[in-house]
T-cell receptor
Framework: KAGVTQTPRYLIKTRGQQVTLSCSPI?????VSWYQQTPGQGLQFLFE???????NKGNFPGRFSGRQFSNSRSEMNVSTLELGDSALYLC????????????FGPGTRLTVT | GDSVTQMEGPVTLSEEAFLTINCTYT??????LFWYVQYPGEGLQLLLK?????DKGSNKGFEATYRKETTSFHLEKGSVQVSDSAVYFC????????????FGKGTTLSVSS
């Protein structure tokens, strides 16, 4: 079974731009969660989508948004980028029901200059 | 809000030493508790979990017991190996699906032969 894939793996953007990151979950998984990892704040939960609906949301500003498609693939968008948005963005997939293991992708490294 | 506190690293041990990484949590309700591990150059992966008080999670020689009275979920291993060198994250999930994780800051373990 293929693992969680994230594209692109690396990205450099300029302050004020917007960016879209993509995540393809493991086949059959209906839940996709997004996390931001920084040296200062550690791993922080952004949001989770299950069957195309946002089911949980962390404490991030509205500049961070996401969506999920009917094939469970998910995208995350960050508008009006700030220097502090530089981070590793991880997505994780799970079946979404019961307390099941989340499978993490390798992440997208975003650098904002 | 909910939070996880784990001991600061790095933790440096010799092979076959006993390992304890402390983790305490603050949460309303009855969260599920997890330990995730990130090996060098690899993504996050679930090490073990416990979903209710007094549950013991175990995997690869690692154990952790969900202690509601002390709000703790300490990770232990009786005899560490060089291959255990990694970053360990304690996490909780207040939602039933376990897909909105709140992580501790992570503890780096370095084991020498």
């Amino acid at each position: 079974k293929a693992g969680v894939t994230q594209t692109p793996r690396y990205l450099i953007k300029t302050r004020g731009q917007q960016v879209t990151l993509s995540c393809s979950p493991i086949s059959g998984h209906r839940s996709v969660s997004w996390y931001q990892q920084t040296p200062g704040q550690g791993l922080q939960f952004l949001f989770e989508y299950f069957s195309e609906t946002q089911r949980n949301k962390g404490n991030f500003p509205g500049r961070f948004s996401g969506r999920q498609f009917s094939n469970s693939r998910s995208e995350m968008n960050v508008s009006t980028l700030e220097l502090g948005d530089s981070a590793l963005y991880l997505c994780a997939s799970s079946s979404g029901q019961g307390v099941y293991e989340q499978y993490f992708g390798p992440g997208t490294r975003l650098t904002v200059t | 809000g909910d939070s996880v506190t784990q001991m600061e690293g790095p933790v440096t041990l010799s092979e076959e030493a006993f390992l304890t990484i402390n983790c305490t949590y603050t949460a309303t309700g009855y969260p599920s508790l997890f330990w995730y591990v990130q090996y060098p150059g690899e993504g996050l992966q679930l090490l073990l979990k416990a979903t209710k008080a007094d549950d013991k999670g175990s995997n690869k020689g690692f154990e952790a017991t969900y202690r509601k009275e002390t709000t703790s979920f300490h990770l232990e291993k009786g005899s560490v190996q060089v291959s255990d060198s990694a970053v360990y994250f304690c996490a909780l999930s207040a939602d039933q699906a376990g897909t909105a994780l709140i992580f501790g800051k992570g503890t780096t373990l370095s084991v020498s032969s």
